[in-house]
């Protein structure tokens, strides 16, 4: 006979894969101690860059229960966004988790149709859902629940699945049954770290934002830093060559949401059609993107450091 906390367990799980998620671990809601001193090194570092937010809720960051009053359990969750076709060799290359629809809202309405469903199905339960919002390390929550390893490019890693997928959390105040960490599966492989275009995984585990061609095109806002021009590899908005060369990522598999498919001009535009983008084509392509968190002038100036 179940557990009520192991059957609520069972029930949250099997409505996380209805709505559309990969996998979903759980895990209790606790102060994270051996990401404390990591996070405290990484920031004194400065390897937050022009990232200032990241100082910000240093407690919060590491301790859900200062987040979310009464807290007990951080479910957590993946969504897949690997796409079926990818853009041409001959483009200035974006992100693959920007083709669609902006993902923060994609997933806060599951994340809010989930915590519906708990409050239906098991009574008053208090809760708030994060999509890589607030100051909640959705990485080491994953990691905690199970879900996959962090990698030595600093993404969680899945052996069947790889790494294209969005990790989202929903913390509410319900005990349940805890899901346990699981094994590292890197080895000796130093791909993701021989590949980056900006030498940003300083060393396994550790990557310098500020350093990193994703920071450089979508958070930098001022001028991008001449030293690393011609260091871009065509990217003008993220990056995902440590993703691209992990052999986990063999075993990625196309995404099944239709909010996530690109707009039917993004696959076919060339260099050419880049560098002449008004912005009246930028707002029809990315009217629902997170693309537009750079917007046109951020991706125009992204666009004319990466001309030869």
Request: proline share 4%; glycine share 6%; hydrophobic share 35%.
């Amino acid at each position: 006979m179940l557990n009520h906390k192991a059957k609520y367990s069972e029930i949250i799980k099997a409505e996380a894969k209805r709505l559309g998620f990969l996998s979903c671990g759980i895990s209790k809601a606790e102060f994270l101690e051996t990401e404390a001193p990591r996070l405290e090194a990484w920031l004194n570092k400065n390897m937050n860059g022009e990232m200032q937010y990241m100082e910000n809720h240093f407690d919060k960051r590491l301790d859900p229960t200062l987040l979310v009053e009464g807290s007990k359990s951080v479910i957590s969750l993946l969504l897949n966004y690997y796409p079926s076709e990818t853009q041409t060799d001959t483009s200035y290359k974006l992100s693959k988790y920007a083709y669609g629809n902006d993902y923060h809202h994609v997933i806060k309405h599951k994340l809010k149709s989930l915590l519906y469903f708990i409050q239906d199905e098991i009574g008053e339960v208090g809760g708030r859902a994060f999509v890589d919002s607030a100051p909640v390390l959705d990485k080491a929550w994953a990691a905690k629940s199970g879900l996959g390893w962090i990698g030595k490019h600093s993404n969680l890693l899945t052996q069947q699945i790889g790494s294209f997928y969005f990790i989202a959390e929903l913390i509410i105040d319900l005990e349940l049954e805890y899901d346990h960490a699981t094994t590292d599966h890197c080895g000796t492989c130093t791909k993701c770290i021989d590949a980056c275009p900006t030498e940003a995984i300083t060393e396994p585990y550790v990557v310098d934002g500020s350093k990193c061609i994703s920071y450089f095109t979508i958070e930098l806002k001022e001028n991008l830093p001449s030293e690393f021009k011609g260091k871009f590899d065509d990217w003008m908005f993220g990056c995902d060559v440590c993703q691209d060369v992990c052999p986990w990522n063999k075993f990625s598999k196309p995404h099944n949401e239709p909010l996530f498919n690109p707009h039917p001009q993004l696959l076919d535009m060339t260099k050419k059609d880049w560098e002449e983008i008004t912005e009246d084509t930028f707002k029809k392509v990315f009217q629902k993107s997170a693309v537009k968190r750079t917007k046109f002038a951020g991706l125009e100036r992204n666009i004319e450091f990466l001309k030869p």
